[in-house]
């Protein structure tokens, strides 16, 4: 579980985050939502430790980031697995290379259960045959693959997406999402996902966190969502006539 | 920066590919252009020094003499270096950069890799080969001008090679080589600076390997000065 207390973050005199308080949860896909510039992918960042928060506290487990000690901090993010919006898969690397960077960097395991582990997890996210190749040559969606294999080869006890489904064809986009689910639900890992993409809210978000600018402005789940009358959600969600119907169909029981 | 790099060192076994990943890039690739150049220019000295002694009471082993001093004192050390200031610094510059863009880096960190140990310290290691390459330098500067004054006719080898044993002082060749353990400092930091703390997307990364080009080759020529007036001219 992380709880995230009272957040607030700024970049010059621009304040991205104005208090923010939210807990994701374990063994649940949580989703950060809400129109750019919004404060999506700063209150991410701030989760990963990339981003130091002025005010507020960010715990996982219990254990404050902010008052852990440099060692306790490179042992907690050896914990965290990340998905990445441009998979920034090594590009010097193999696809194999890549998903065994993390066990060859912070584990003492042998090259036999290394390659054990990255084939196994290789065949998890379906693409045992890609072993050799580089993520050059490999379509976007096998990339996004890769990075999901990097990040949960090593076990991770925090799962974080930034944009998953960006640039992928809407059949990639729903095998992208149910992987993260079963995965999340398989280990159970909190996965906290930062998205723009709607057909994500409906089909995984068992959390969801509306942020608008820099404040959390709704939260709940993907079935509150449709019966939610907050205006800033129902203006965000259900922008587009698709998903108007699909709501007002929900609100019908059909 | 500097501090950085050399905390929370990588893994050993992962630190040792790197290596010597870096020597084949940094080094080893290089080797074919600088032989290329050296000769060439070498040849040019010997044939500049030889068409300009047009006394004829000026002995002809001056031809020697002078490719050897221009190619061991400046050319091999100063000039390879400026060129290498291109050749290695654009690369060390965009690929880091690229990594940034692409948030390669960013991926090093989250998952708790000092990303400056990891792209920078395998890079100044590589680099403390580098007086190898100044060395096949100047022996090849030191052929090509042989080659250039016997095989066109300006000197004969006995001469040439009188010439370039003449007045040796071996306190040169250590000179030129603690310039060029600076110079190599110089080139695996100053663009590995560049492309790290970049920022923007691939227009960028073009732009920081032109600026990273410009400032390595002003601080060799800068040290370059500094050091000839320390060792040379005190």
Redesign the interface.
Known sequence: MIEVKNVEKSFGESKILKGVSTVFETGKTNLIIGQSGSGKTVLLKSLLGIHKPEVGTISFDGRIYSELDDDEKRELRTEIGMVFQGSALFDSMTVAENVAFPLRMFTNKSKPEIKERVDFVLERVALKDAHHKLPSEISGGMQKRVAIARAIVNNPKYLFCDEPNSGLDPNTSILIDNLIKEITEEYNITTVINTHDMNSVMEIGEKILFLKNGLKAWEGTKEEIFKTDNEAVVAFVYSSNLFKKVREAHLKGY | MLKEIFN?Q??W??MRNLIFKEIDDLIIDSLGIVAFISFFVGGVVSIQTALNLTNPLIPKYLIGFATRQSVILEFAPTFISVIMAGKMGSFITSSIG??RV???I??L?????NSLNYLVFPKIIALLFYPFVIGISMFLGVLGGWIAGVYGGFTSSAEFINGAQMQFIPFHIVYAFIKTIIFALLLATIPSFHGYYMKGGALEVGKASTVSFVWTSVSIILFNYILTQLLLGS
Request: no cysteine.
């Open positions: 929370k990588t893994k076994s992962v690229t990594m692409t948030e390669q960013d991926a960190e989250v998952m708790g890799v």
